[in-house]
Every structure is written in C-alpha cells, then in structure tokens.
C-alpha cells in the first residue's frame, strides 16, 4: 500500500515566550514531510500564538476527521498574526488537502500560496503532538491560562479520534 505523504505541524517549544500580558507567543508553521522538496507555510520559524491557534486548529481538524468523504466538508485554520491561513478539505477516505493562502486587502483565488496532500490521520495527529508538547512546556513553566486550558480541553475532548 503506498503511504499517503504528509504535511507536519511544527512548534519551537524551546522559544515560547510569555508577554506581559500573560499571552503565550512562539513559532508554529506548517512543513511538507517531504525531505526532498521541504516547503514550509508561512514560513521557517514563524511568530504566532500556538496556545490560541492550536486549540482552534485540533477542534476543527477532529470535526473534519469524522465527516464523510463525499460531503465536500472543509475545515479552515487561521494563524492569530499575519494574513495567513490554511484549508483542509477531504479528498478520500483517509486522504485531505491542504490549501495555504496569504490574503492581504481583497481575497482573490490567486492568493494561493502552496497546496499540499496529506494523509489526515497523520496531519491531526501532527496537531495534537504539537498542541501536546506546547502544552508540556506551559505546565513546565507553571504558565496556566485561559488559553493554556482551552488547548487541553480541545485535546482532551478529541481524544478518541486521535493517535499518537
């Protein structure tokens, strides 16, 4: 059987920050599993709120995981900093396609950035080790939140969708 390829979650734990305002700030971006190719979105180390921006994303992804191949579903994820969103539509059983876009003023068509196929068992499970390790590192350092609380909730109550 040949293995769907993957697009990755990616979080800079190490380099989390906590603002004055007690927001939790750090590097969270996409990145195509393949090595030869290696596309990230929107970029290497981009600067965002993971706490906000994972608990959105992993509700969203765990309710597209459970639709129907053929109803067309879509999930769409926004990063809480910048133009920069991602879709996620199923295209098969076990198959979805992410589609990155940049819109600044106008949305147009043409605002496509990078189009990536996924397996979606292996992109929400890339969300929810993400969403995990960020999480470890806020207990680690006693941040607790409003925001800390959402990501575990958002975790917790996919849990029987996911793995890893």
């Known amino acids: ?14 380099a989390l920050v906590q603002k004055e305002s007690g927001t939790i700030a750090g590097p969270i971006w996409l990145r195509d599993g393949d090595a030869d190719v290696q596309a990230d979105f929107p970029e290497v180390g981009w600067v965002d709120l993971p706490l906000a921006v994972l608990a959105s994303w992993v509700q969203e992804l765990q309710r597209l995981s459970r639709t129907l191949p053929s109803s067309g579903a879509e999930a769409i994820c926004r990063f809480r900093d910048g133009p920069y969103y991602f879709t996620v539509r199923v295209e098969s059983a076990g198959g979805w396609v992410v589609r990155c876009f940049e819109t600044r003023e106008h949305p147009a068509p043409d605002d496509l950035v990078r189009e990536w196929k996924t397996g979606s068992s292996a992109f929400l499970a890339s969300a929810v080790r993400a969403g995990r390790a960020v999480l470890s590192q806020c207990d680690a350092r006693s941040w607790w939140s409003r925001e800390t609380e959402a990501l575990r909730r958002s975790l917790e109550s996919g849990s029987q969708y996911t793995a890893g």
């Open 1 to 14: 059987m040949r293995r769907l390829p993957s697009v990755d979650v990616v979080v800079d734990t190490a």
